[in-house]
């Protein structure tokens, strides 16, 4: 580590969920990728774009998906990025949105990149409980003046929700900068976006890695006000979202038929699972995502991991206080879900 | 500018080379891409990847790339690591291996992203002027104690390379961190890969973007010792380098055979370029490249760049010292080449 600097040595890494090398022997509910496919007509637009314009740097500017969603949700294109993924945007956040001497704020259990990338841009950051529902008190955020908040709403890994209204609230006392990290908005609605329009201290994200099925492709939206869009131009790499990542993101945004029927589909999936689980007694925080995070009075969450990864089924397991309670559950498809109910019936007979 | 913090303030934007909206019409030889498509087997490789595992996150660890790359090179995939181009590793670079008190060190001219990722780091950099033929003097950079040196090998913009035994004897000496930046080395080899093995303080950068015509894909790679790879794995996004890139990059890699067949082209093409301009009084200075970096006594490089762009031709034209002597030309198909000799051959009949 002799060419390492401070920030990176001291940085803790960022695991992301295990992808074992025979993935395709399992049933993956582990990383809350979306388990139908992704749209007919996002594959179709790939495939139109996979030709000798591929030798082109691809739109710096990204400017038909920006068009798009603007036009969509009644903003201007100068209020969106596009980014290599919101993990991308997150991190051009924390260089360029709070001084090195800053300290920001997130909840916990919460999004654990948060940390990871706060670290690595040299930023200090506290983490304040949800409440014992798990859910998110924002009065907590003001007592310190923080300089940067980041909330994911739904949050990731308990699938809580804050309406809008107390968001409104919160960022009306509030002074710094807040970002709502809206990765699973989609599957059941509610989103702060419109805050945007009123706000200027407000920064809503969005990924296609969920509710568009593209987690393979790497797009992330930033919604904010046009002197924050300006900064994460100024900051990001020239071509820092690809092609085809481009055309794949502006299709799927277009197929708004396929994205309510994906949507109806993980909802009822979403519902099965939690009936079926809720039978077998286990406690289910109420989740506005397409995951769930659950636990059992007769099983450690350790366990039942352990258990479920033996046959062959991938749950996630956090270490950590408070998470450590749960296992998150990703929605999968109704076959998934029912082979994942039977092989959680069977051992809970076990123990 | 109210929430930008004071690194995103005082940063210069990079200015990438224009892609005018009516690009279609332009013979487009200011930003290096190869002019040639993607080859056949990468663009199968592609289509064979265009189902529905894209609802999966990509390989975070790039594995297959990696290996294909360190087969090929006589290296271990663990120095090996694959970025979403090489800019996104120049700016791992900048974040990780050096302090943010150190002073970084670039030749001048050269690619000015450089200038623009430290400044977005926090990074004070010097810049020495290539030598009056354009030639790289790296015992300049010995007389103070630069923490980290990049240079591109050949240069962009001027096209000149240094050999790698110079490089070498360099590295001896130097005690700070050396980036080579081998985006433009595919087209005439001379790669100061092997030093990798030999030194723990050198980094080499490739491209997919030139010689393999991927530049609508972003892929980079960095290859370099161990411990400066796993820094980098640590550093960067979970999930930087998306499916179909990835995809695409091994198979780009594999196929050699119209990887030598592109270069070659591409070299006869720079011959006649050359030869042509040469006839008509260009100065040319000599390059490895798939680009040169020229002049003319009658005209001067400002007023080349307009007058070729009303006929619909796009160039390089830089501002600054030195570099705005010449205008930079990328090497086009036979046909765009053609054409653009003799629009140059009748701008300098009317001047």
Redesign the interface.
Known sequence: ????????KS?D??I?GE?PAD?DEYI?LN?N??????FESV?KA??QN???????????KAIKVREIFAEQNGLKPENVFAG??S??IF?LIF??????N?IAAFPYPSYS?YDTLAQ???IKFEKINLGADLNLDLDKFLVKGYDMVIIANPNNPTGTFTEKNKIKEFIKKYKG?LVVDEAYIDFYGGSSIDLVKEF??VIVTRSF?KSY??????VGLAIADE??IK?L???K?????????LA?ASAALLDTKSFNYNIGMLRSNKEYLEERLSGLGFEIVPSKANFIFTRHPKITPGDLYEKLKKQKILVRYFRGPIQSDYVRISIGTMMEIKKTCTVIETILGEV
């Open positions: 580590m002799k060419y390492w600097n401070k920030t990176l940085m890494e960022y992301p992808q993935l993956k990383t990728e979306n388990p139908f496919p992704p594959l790939l495939a996979l030709n000798g314009s591929l030798k082109r740097y691809p739109d710096s290599n993924g993990d991308e991190t260089r360029g949105f709070i001084e090195k800053g990149l690595s841009n040299g900068l200027d201290n890695s099925s593209l987690a393979g492709l790497r002197e924050i900064g131009f100024k900051l790499d020239s071509y820092n979202v690809d092609a085809l990542a794949g």
